[in-house]
């Protein structure tokens, strides 16, 4: 969509504060007793990019100079529409323009917000195929993964699953056991995403359960030097048929909340930064 003289994309005002206030709320009280909410963002990749408003100028340098090395034009597009599209949510919560966002990196790699007050937002975004997520919460780190369910052409799991896991997934066989791998390897990455420590965190050092049960506590087993299993959940996403998605929060014994915001929501507040 092609934007008129004067318009925002004119005007270099990107690091301007929006003269209103965030328009969504951050999704939980570090001070209240009550459950850890995070906000779950769900979008589709496979966007035109004629429909996506300024994406390309919404990109930092870098980004626009990773989506150029980019060989196929299907991987380029669906990474700047989930680009855009990480950077449009995360702006409704601080309150700034979407090219204002600006991230850095832990001493692992993990992304976070470069921001004087990054300590009040955490996030986390996965993708596959075609489908992005996001996870947001105060103060409280996340992990997210989503995985597309497809066949595997080798034997994985015994190079990144532990004995206990491999065991479990062992007794299984056909679709069950392709279904029960995603779910394994979802909360895996979930988990380690989530702790922040990136592959120093030895894959065999913590067990998930494969079953496709609900609850938050999907984290088995945690080695002492790792953590305490107590401090964190592991759950289950609704996620579009054909995939799996796991979410892990450093919930410190506190139940979790799960807000899952629709599409439509996602439309909406997008048009509202307009």
Request: net charge negative.
């Amino acid at each position: 969509m092609a934007r008129g003289a004067g318009s925002r994309a004119d005007r270099d005002d990107s690091n301007r504060p929006l003269d209103r206030k965030p328009l969504l709320q951050m999704p939980n009280d570090p001070g209240s007793a009550g459950p850890v909410a995070v906000d779950i963002w769900n979008w589709s990749l496979d966007q035109s990019l004629a429909d996506v408003v300024d994406a390309h100028t919404l990109l930092s340098g870098d980004e626009q100079g990773r989506a150029q090395r980019f060989l196929k034009d299907v991987d380029r597009r669906r990474y700047i529409v989930g680009r855009t599209g990480l950077r449009r949510i995360l702006a409704t919560y601080l309150g700034i323009e979407p090219r204002a966002v600006r991230f850095g990196y832990n001493n692992w790699g993990k992304p976070e917000l470069d921001l004087a007050d990054r300590s009040r937002l955490h996030f986390n975004l996965s993708h596959s195929a075609g489908e992005a997520m996001l996870a947001v919460s105060a103060h409280t780190e996340v992990g997210i993964d989503i995985e597309e369910i497809r066949p595997l052409e080798e034997d994985i799991a015994s190079h990144f699953f532990s004995g206990s896991e491999c065991a479990a997934l062992a007794a299984l066989s056909g679709g069950e056991r392709l279904v029960a791998f995603y779910r394994c390897w979802t909360r895996k990455e979930a988990f380690v995403k989530a702790h922040g420590a990136g592959l120093s965190v030895p894959l065999d050092s913590f067990d998930v359960s494969l079953e496709a049960v609900e609850g938050q506590h999907l984290l088995e087993r945690l080695d002492r030097d790792v953590g305490r299993l107590a401090d964190w959940a592991l759950l289950n996403l609704d996620v579009v048929d054909g995939f799996c998605g796991a979410l892990a929060v450093s919930a410190a014994g506190r139940d979790v909340k799960i807000h899952y915001r629709s599409r439509s929501a996602w439309s909406a507040n997008m048009a509202s930064m307009m």
